[in-house]
C-alpha cells in the first residue's frame, strides 16, 4: 500500500514557476514508477509525466515538454514536478500516482493523492 499526499499548488501568473510534491508513505515507494496526471474543469484527467523507480527514465505529455521537469528522491520519499513558463490553459487539479511500471495511461496507476490546485493566471 502507498498514500500520496501532494503540495505545491497556489495561483501565479502566466511565464511563472511552481514546484509540485508528492510524499508517500509506505516502505514500497521506491519499486513504483510514479506520474503526475491533471484535470481541468470539464475535462478529463489527463498524463503530464512520469518517471520510473529509479528516476533513470521520464515521459512527458507534448503539451508540457520542455517546461515540466519530473524527479524524485527515494531517500525521502517524494517526486516533484518543477514547472516553468506556465500558462493559463496548465489551470488544473494536479495529481500524483503510483504505478508498477512506466505507464502514461491513467488506468494503469493504481494509487492516487488528493490533488492539488493550479491556477494560473494571463
Known sequence: QVQLVESGGGLVQAGGSLRLSCAASGRTFSSYSMGWFRQAPGK???FVATISWSGGN????DSVKGRFTISRDNAKNTVY????SLKPEDTAVYY???A???YTRINEYNYWGQG???TVSS
Open 116 to 118: 492539488t490546485q493550479v
Open 96 to 98: 500524483c500516482a503510483g
Open 58 to 61: 521520464t515521459d512527458y505529455a
Open 81 to 84: 514536478l518543477q514547472m516553468n
Open 100 to 102: 508498477r511500471g512506466l
Open 44 to 46: 478529463e484527467r489527463e
